[in-house]
């Protein structure tokens, strides 16, 4: 294990402990030390990845070093470091595109009051990750994992002061408090499966539980429960159905942290877990089954929800939510490699496709609405062209790097004879090309629309410094934003070729470790996957680019179906009802219980002693010394009389 | 008459009057003439002190309770309130019940009393020796230290009863 | 009948009782006392009734009398406790005007 391993989570907490207590009144260096703490990390993630370059059997680890923490009775909790290759993948993936967004957060933030407290939560929340990722046992991952999801209420909630943008759209604070309690929900089910765990195992290592689950020693039954409990968190992180609710709402909190955490890291938390207890997952096929089947359904029932959406960020969004689930499904079918390979390729593309769209917003002085877009490609083309190979990559057209890591997780399923997901998979890959294009020929092509109901350039989410320019005047970003999307550009066109047949699977085989045929093409169902996605380009072009079909009539004649995914399926307002009709009132039914009858039973007491007892007792004390003295030797007449009918001794 | 005899006749009379002395401090209403049966009572119990030979203990009876004492509780009476009033010696509301509890200790007492077998000597007649001598030398040898602590609760209850009622 | 100490200790438990009822049922503070004196005497009755029907064997005198020595005690507390307890109500009457108990009651809540 390198002995400087610590160091990548350390870094970014001592980047921000420097801002907080140096440089809180000074933005452009609280910013310059966020980079360069992230940088550094970065260069040692990528050092430590290369060293396990060409490693086999052991050599590839895991490297687990740890330290005794706490001990109770015949337990002991420590606490450590843990590396293998998926930890160093995923380390690079996380520095690098952490570092991209604190370069590009420069421009974006810039003017905005609270710029140093912003880099302070993007060091918390790259240093809580990291130590997620390092992990070497249940209980540290999920001390990382509570961190990670503080960092992204701190995140979500940055402009908490500000009421909500619109009636759809709630206000950060709400946005940031219903991620939190939703992504709670799911820690539940994580704990007390870890619980579970423990109980059978007394450990929560991961080596230990691996152990013990390939000795067989956990049945079958309790093993199942205990892994779909833990993937419950899993669920709630990753925004899978039906703990999905809260990451389009998070879109509430700046774009950039959009980018960083609700794309490509934190959502990808709950994807990591699964690959990192991949033994233990796959030691239960009902687990495996459910995992897989949240997975596809999840895929598609996003997809067609980011069909109808207005706002940009909301059809990245929906995006997300999709593609985390493809990484679900590709890991349930049994393929670590193709899970990790979508969730390494889908950082990149997402991060850029939200940065792209972050940069637009900036560019349009606040605008989200699709609808009140157009005709940027003219006025931003570098964002415009960037965007366009995130959509690219994210339509699974080769040979960008969404179509081989999307590629694998549906060969892998065809593969498994799963053919209900299968289909699904097919279907979000048409539904997933035509949606983001929609956006992409709304935003870019044709004239810009503007919203009629601004007579001035009013920010929406966006309202910095540099204000004052007339509406319609869209300008291109400056370089600290546009370096980063062409990074990620690169990234997104050339990543795919690590895991694609020329490579030998480097990529697959890398994480998941030699003995399956990795990066082998199955032609017909390439030519298949491809085929759908250019189909949903081109239908897409027809309604938004070239306007042979119209959208309207469509929607009109489909009302039904319209209002059902506008609405989110209603599921917000499920949930809604359930916690304020159930939820509080279960809870003031408890509270009247406690007031009335907990309460009433102690205050039942004190009144009994207090008026009735205290009354006798009271009322007892005359002050007359003849009553004293008669209660006195009545007294001495009783025990008189107990002697006297006491047995003699024998 | 045989000793025995006389014995009794002087026990049960001597008994016989001191409880209708003890009822008459009792039942009495004027409290100067409760203070006259207590007096009485006094002397009977001096009565049968002799009668059980003890007495260095009856001369004392006589000086202590009838000669200081009661002259004490006569003082005291004639200097707090109307003595020969002759309501001055009532009966409180409690009396019903203090006659039950009187009653109840009696009762008890006496049951304790006639079912206790205490042991007795064989010969009781040498109890009517030289008392006052086999006192002094008790008083002087065993219980020395008590004697001389009883010297000063005198002392101290003499200056504790002046400076009580002392006119301040 | 021979006059056994059942007798006298019978006497004294009479006594006592008389005293007692007294010390209860009395509202003149003297007349309390004055039956306190009685309860005592009659403890010095069985007192020295004991210590005539319990003599040691061989006539030991000095051995035995330790009834006697107790009753000397008792009449000197007694004394002692009688006047502090006259002067007592004494300095009550100065300031209250009252030998009443029931009026003393101070302690009352």
Same mark, same amino acid.
């Given at each position: 294990m390198p002995s400087y391993l610590w160091l990548i989570p350390a870094l970014p907490v001592a980047g921000l402990l420097l801002i907080l207590v140096f440089t809180f009144r000074r933005p452009r260096i609280s910013g310059y030390i966020g980079i360069a703490a992230v940088g550094a990390a970065l260069v040692l993630s990528i050092v430590a990845l290369v060293g396990l370059f060409g490693a086999q059997g052991a050599g590839r680890g895991p490297f687990i070093t740890t330290f005794p923490w706490y001990q109770a009775g015949t337990?002991?909790?420590?606490?450590?470091?843990?590396?293998?290759?998926?930890?160093?993948?995923?380390?690079?993936?996380?520095?690098?595109?952490?570092?991209?967004?604190?370069?590009?957060?420069? +421009?974006?933030?810039? +003017?905005?009051?609270?710029?140093?407290?912003?880099?302070?939560?993007? +060091?918390?929340?790259?240093?809580?990750?990291? +130590?997620?990722?390092?992990?070497?046992?249940f209980l540290q991952m999920y001390v990382f994992w509570e961190l990670v999801g503080l960092s992204s209420f701190l995140l979500i909630g940055f402009w908490w002061y500000r009421p909500a943008a619109s009636a759809e759209r709630p206000a950060p604070s709400a946005a940031a408090l219903k991620a939190f309690v939703t992504t709670r929900l799911g820690d539940l089910g994580f704990l007390i499966g870890l619980l579970i765990l423990f109980s059978q195992t007394h450990s929560f290592d991961f080596d230990k539980i691996e152990a013990a689950v390939k000795a067989g020693s956990i049945p079958p039954a309790i093993l199942a429960v205990a892994m779909i409990l833990v993937f419950m968190g899993a669920v709630g992180k990753s925004a899978q159905f039906p703990l999905h609710t809260w990451l389009p709402d998070a879109m509430e909190g700046p774009t950039p942290v959009s980018a960083l955490i609700h794309a490509a890291t934190m959502v990808a938390a709950g994807v990591y877990l699964v690959a990192r207890a991949f033994p233990l997952f796959s030691s239960s096929p009902t687990a495996m089954l459910v995992i897989a089947w949240v997975g596809g359904f999840t895929a598609l029932f996003a997809a067609t929800q980011g069909l109808v959406m207005t706002d940009i960020k909301r059809v990245l969004a929906y995006s997300t939510i999709s593609q985390l689930g493809y990484m679900m499904l590709g890991l349930g079918v049994g393929s670590l490699a193709a899970g990790t390979f979508h969730l390494v390729s889908h950082a990149f593309f997402k991060a850029l496709l939200f940065l792209g769209a972050g940069a637009v917003i900036h560019g349009t002085s606040g605008e989200q609405n699709m609808f009140y877009m157009g005709g940027l490609l003219k006025k931003m083309p570098v964002t415009a062209i960037t965007f366009l190979f995130g959509a690219l990559a994210l339509a699974a057209v080769p040979p960008f790097s969404g179509f081989w890591s999307k590629d694998e997780v549906l060969s892998a399923t065809y593969n498994s004879g799963n053919w209900p997901l299968f289909i699904f998979g097919i279907v979000t890959a048409g539904l997933t090309s035509f949606y983001i294009f929609r956006a992409w020929f709304l935003t870019f092509l044709g004239e810009r629309r503007l919203n009629p109901e601004l007579a001035h350039a009013v920010g929406g989410n966006d309202d910095h410094g540099h204000g004052g320019h007339a509406p319609g005047d869209a300008h291109e970003s400056p370089a600290v934003m546009t370096i980063p999307l062409v990074i990620l550009a690169a990234f997104a066109l050339l990543f795919g070729l690590v895991g694609s047949p020329w490579a030998h699977g480097a990529f697959q085989s890398f994480i998941a470790g030699p003995g399956e045929t990795y990066g082998e093409i199955n032609l017909p169902l390439a030519t298949v996957s491809t085929a759908i996605g250019l189909l949903g380009i081109l239908i897409a072009w027809g309604f938004y680019g070239a306007h042979w079909f119209s959208a309207e009539a469509l929607t009109q004649r489909l009302r039904p179906i319209h209002t059902l995914l506008i609405n989110k399926y209603y599921l917000d307002d499920l949930y809604g009802w359930l916690v304020a009709v159930v939820l509080l009132g279960l809870s003031r039914l408890f509270a009247w219980l406690d007031r009335h009858l907990v309460d009433g039973i102690v205050n039942g007491v004190a009144w009994l002693f207090y008026q009735v007892f205290g009354w006798a007792f009271t009322r007892a004390q005359t002050g007359r010394l003849p009553n004293y003295a008669l209660v006195f030797f009545f007294g001495v007449v009783v025990i008189a009389g107990v002697v006297v009918g006491l047995p003699a001794h024998p | 008459m045989t000793t025995d005899s006389?014995?009794?006749? *002087?026990?049960?009379?001597?008994?016989?009057?001191?409880?209708?002395?003890?009822?008459?401090?009792?039942?009495?209403?004027?409290?100067?003439? *409760? *203070?006259?049966a207590m007096v009485f009572v006094f002397f009977l119990i001096s009565g049968i002190y002799v009668l059980l030979g003890a007495d260095f203990i009856a001369a004392t009876q006589i000086i202590i309770y009838v000669g200081a004492i009661t002259v004490l509780f006569l003082f005291a009476i004639m200097l707090t309130n109307r003595s020969y009033a002759p309501d001055s010696n009532p009966a409180n509301s409690q009396w019903m019940a203090a006659t039950g509890v009187a009653v109840l200790t009696f009762g008890s007492l006496a049951a304790l009393v006639s079912q206790a077998n205490i042991p007795q000597s064989s010969d009781v007649s040498a109890g009517l020796g030289d008392v006052t001598l086999a006192l002094g030398q008790l008083l002087m040898g065993p219980y020395i230290i008590p004697f001389e602590i009883a010297g000063v609760l005198l002392l101290a209850a003499m200056i504790g009863a002046i400076v009580i009622a002392k006119e301040s | 009948m021979p006059i056994t100490l059942t007798h006298y200790l019978v006497l004294s438990a009479l006594i006592f009782s008389i005293g007692l009822f007294g010390v209860l049922a009395k509202r003149n503070v003297v007349a309390i006392l004055m039956c306190v004196e009685v309860m005592m005497n009659a403890v010095n009755i069985a007192l020295v009734a004991i210590s005539h029907y319990r003599l040691v064997p061989a006539g030991n005198l000095v051995s035995g009398l330790n009834g006697q020595v107790l009753t000397l005690f008792v009449i000197t507390v007694s004394a002692a406790e009688a006047s502090v307890a006259l002067a007592i109500i004494l300095a009550i009457y100065r300031g209250r005007r009252t030998v009443n108990v029931d009026e003393v009651n101070l302690m009352k809540w």
């Open positions: 337990a002991t909790f420590s606490l450590g470091l843990l590396f293998d290759p998926l930890a160093a993948a995923m380390l690079v993936v996380v520095t690098l595109v952490s570092l991209l967004v604190h370069i590009y957060s420069q +421009g974006y933030m810039d +003017g905005d009051p609270g710029y140093s407290r912003f880099y302070i939560y993007l +060091g918390l929340f790259t240093a809580s990750m990291l +130590g997620l990722v390092v992990a070497p046992n | 006389y014995t009794a006749l *002087a026990f049960y009379v001597i008994a016989g009057l001191m409880v209708v002395g003890a009822l008459g401090i009792v039942l009495l209403p004027r409290v100067v003439h *409760a *203070a006259l | -």
